[in-house]
């Protein structure tokens, strides 16, 4: 059976929270570190919003050694 979007796209964002607490960063410090506001953080980390390509970037910047692949296959394997 097919799974409601919402719930894959909840999963999308779940390595984003993965990769920030291994970090041991708040969400609050993260959006600091990306430069976004906490409230627009914590949306595309509880899949509220989705990441803009602007987002990914920041986040690439600042983490480069973060699983990009790992981010967005979700996104990616929901459209097939």
Not at 10 to 15: F, G, V
Not at 25 to 40: C, D, E, P, R
Not at 46 to 64: G, I, M, N, Q, Y
Request: charged residues 30%; hydrophobic residues 30%.
């Amino acid at each position: 059976g097919e799974r409601p979007i919402n719930k894959d796209r909840r999963c999308e964002m779940s390595y984003l929270k993965r990769y920030r607490e291994k970090k041991n960063l708040t969400q609050k410090q993260m959006a600091v570190l990306l430069g976004y506001s906490y409230s627009h953080y914590v949306k595309i980390e509880d899949s509220f919003s989705e990441p803009s390509v602007k987002f990914l970037r920041s986040l690439k910047t600042a983490f480069p050694d973060i699983d990009m692949n790992e981010m967005i296959k979700k996104s990616l394997s929901s459209n097939q």
